[in-house]
């Protein structure tokens, strides 16, 4: 089935073609500069640079694929969760598309679609333990099947990204912050300043990451301004150390044959090879996306959203944008 994938939850807009769940294209619309003055993603100018951009991205897609308008048979979009400016633009477009071309279309779960997006390139093992870790969450899900996804722990108040994203602008580095303290951290120490493992009492599968970024905080102003690159080390590899220790011990509770990590976050390499070694340690196959496909990327809801299709399972178009809706939360 050939699907169109829509993605504009946020900054980015970012479309893709999927047929018998084989990536044919993939584009993206960047704002990064856009937004890169004001420190961090602005909703109004996200949902308007969105506007400008569908036309040309959509062009650019099917011809980059060798593709016609009419031979989509499927259409898929984020309709949850984001910013819901951004979010009603590519949502209202695959709506109105699929409408006027009458084929089924699909509302797909930013988060869901992150999940899957391990398996562009790999083949699902189940039971999976699936761990999202982006600008907005740090979710960590049980997937016995496709669409089957039970949330075991999450993190109580900023997200990893989040928490890379406002260190990285404490120390001026800019946005957003996560590729900026991962370049930085490259020529410091990791073990030059010491950061707690957090614990959410009562919860033993949630994590946190507010008391280590205020830890960097009080370490940012006391410290010699020289040794920015051992503190962005250091609170790497303690973020990194937290989403390790949340899935070990998930895996102490729960079995598992697969580990699969999405999301932004994923493109850090001290948390692939993190990931790599605790997988190799449980004897867990790992599912870990190409950096490109761990961004917001449409491919992952045009491939998310044929699975749902192929079933026969549309939504109706009526279905809304909803800033606000956890995967899996019952
Ligand atoms: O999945 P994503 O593109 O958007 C959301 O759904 O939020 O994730 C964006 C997040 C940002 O917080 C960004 O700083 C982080 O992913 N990120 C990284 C890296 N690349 C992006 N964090 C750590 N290391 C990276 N290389
Ligand atoms: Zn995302």
């Not at 189940?126 to 870790?133: D, M, N, S, Y």
């Not at 108040?157 to 928490?163: K, L």
């Not at 957003?176 to 030059?192: H, N, Y």
């Not at 045009?302 to 109706?316: D, H, I, V």
Request: with cysteine; hydrophobic share 45%.
């Amino acid at each position: 089935m050939l699907v169109l994938g829509i993605e504009s939850s946020c900054d980015d807009l970012s479309m893709a073609l999927v047929k018998d769940g084989r990536l044919l294209a993939n584009v993206t619309a960047s704002q990064t500069l856009d937004h890169a003055p004001f420190g961090g993603v602005v909703p109004e100018i996200a949902s308007r640079r969105h506007l400008d951009h569908l036309e040309a991205t959509l062009d650019l897609l099917l011809e980059k694929a060798g593709v016609k308008l009419a031979e989509l048979e499927g259409i898929a979009a984020t309709y949850a969760p984001g910013l819901v400016g951004s979010l009603l633009v590519g949502l209202n477009f695959a709506k109105a598309l699929a409408y006027a071309l009458e084929i089924p279309f699909r509302g797909v779960h930013h988060i869901e679609g992150h999940l899957w997006s391990a398996y562009l390139e790999h083949r699902p093992e189940f039971p999976i333990l699936g761990l999202a870790v982006s600008g907005g969450h740090s979710h960590l899900y049980r997937i016995q099947d496709f669409g089957e996804y039970r949330l075991l722990g999450h993190t109580v108040d900023d997200a990893a990204g989040e928490a890379l994203d406002k260190v990285a602008k404490m120390m001026g580095l800019g946005f957003p912050g996560g590729p900026l303290i991962e370049k930085l951290a490259s020529a410091g120490d990791p073990s030059a300043f010491s950061f707690a493992l957090p614990n959410v009492k009562g919860y033993p599968l949630h994590t946190s990451f507010s008391g280590m970024k205020t830890a960097a905080h009080d370490y940012y102003r006391k410290m010699n301004p020289g040794r920015n690159a051992d503190l962005a080390a250091s609170f790497q590899a303690a973020v990194v150390r937290a989403l390790v220790s949340m899935v070990e011990r998930a895996l102490a509770k729960v079995n598992a044959s697969q580990l699969a990590v999405a999301g932004g976050v994923a493109c850090n390499m001290p948390l692939r090879e993190a990931m790599q070694e605790l997988s190799a340690r449980h004897h867990l196959a790992l599912a870990i996306p190409a950096p490109r496909f761990c961004t917001d990327n449409g491919a992952m809801i045009a491939f998310t959203g044929e699975k749902y299709l192929e079933k026969g399972l549309a939504s109706p178009l009526s279905l809304n944008a909803q800033a606000r809706t956890v995967l899996g939360a019952t």
